[in-house]
């Protein structure tokens, strides 16, 4: 296929769109791992324990050797916008 067939398939799909440069700066990045648990000044061993993440899957995230599914990045996003109330809430537990 040349390069225009692929966009015109790629736009009669409407689960497949291209991402325009308008749709790529709406969409919520997630700051590196490494980069909130410095900011908070935690040890990787602190960071996991206080956040429920096993300390392997932490050490994964930090070495690019894997990176986050949606979920991990929705959970480490809340982190980065309140880290306390992460912390509260994990602590509270179920209700």
């Excluded at 736009?11 to 497949?16: Q, T």
């Excluded at 791992?33 to 993440?53: D, G, K, M, P």
Aim: charged content about 30%; proline content about 9%; hydrophobic content about 40%.
């Amino acid at each position: 296929m040349t390069d225009e067939q692929v966009l015109a398939a790629a736009l009669a799909d409407p689960d497949a769109q291209p991402l325009t440069p308008e749709r790529m700066a709406r969409m919520q990045r997630t700051p590196p791992v490494r980069v909130i648990r410095r900011a908070l000044n935690l040890s990787q061993q602190e960071f996991a324990a206080r956040y429920h993440i096993p300390i392997g899957t932490l050490r994964d995230w930090e070495q690019s050797r894997k990176d986050p599914d949606a979920a991990a990045r929705a959970y480490l996003r809340a982190i980065a916008g309140d880290p306390d109330g992460v912390r509260k809430a994990l602590r509270a537990g179920p209700r």
